[in-house]
């Protein structure tokens, strides 16, 4: 994946991309992970910051690393 200036946007994007590989839709992960839509939206968008927390339980619900997330984001 092409590495953001914007580690927010290329974070997002990452979960978008993995969430999309893993054949889930937005509201299937939030639904899994236990976090709110609208949050998750915000956080695929780029617009929201991420805990460690919210990190694992995305990770989590997607059956990967929470480290495959930041690679694949070029963090």
């Given at each position: 994946m092409a590495k953001s200036k914007n580690p927010l946007i290329a974070l997002g994007k990452?979960?978008?991309?993995l969430r999309s590989k893993a054949g889930?839709?937005?509201a299937a992960?939030?639904?899994k992970s236990g976090i709110k839509l609208d949050c998750l939206e915000r956080l695929?968008?780029?617009?929201a910051e991420?805990?460690?927390?919210e990190l694992?339980?995305?990770a989590k619900a997607?059956?990967?690393e929470t480290g495959v997330l930041?690679?694949?984001a070029g963090l």
């Open positions: 990452s979960i978008s991309k889930m839709t937005t992960l939030a639904k695929e968008a780029g617009e991420v805990t460690v927390l694992a339980a995305i997607l059956h990967i930041l690679t694949t």
